[in-house]
């Protein structure tokens, strides 16, 4: 099992809620670092769930990036 998935095992493990604010060029770093197959499953949840609303906010980059970029993860060391 992995740490992060074991710390949950834990008592210490609680949900906690928090706000995110991005411009186009920073989500799109953050989906180049954390969609793809080897990250933390909650990020890959979290970057699935904010998908529909990039693709509302910037219909034309979305789908230029789903086609060029999207988990390949181009810039993730």
């Keep these: 099992m992995s740490e992060e ?3 949950g095992k834990v008592p210490f493990d609680y949900r906690q809620h ?6 186009l060029r920073s989500f799109l770093h953050f989906c ?3 969609n793809k197959k ?10 699935e769930m904010m998908w529909p609303h990039f693709e509302d906010w910037a219909p034309a ?6 086609k060029q970029r999207l988990g390949k993860a ?3 060391p």
């Design 61 to 66: 980059i979305a789908q230029w990036y789903e």
């Design 18 to 23: 928090f706000v995110v604010s991005f411009n």
């Design 32 to 34: 180049d670092l954390r």
């Design 5 to 7: 998935h074991a710390r």
């Design 74 to 76: 181009r810039l993730a």
């Design 38 to 47: 080897d990250a933390q499953l909650e990020i890959q949840k979290l970057c």
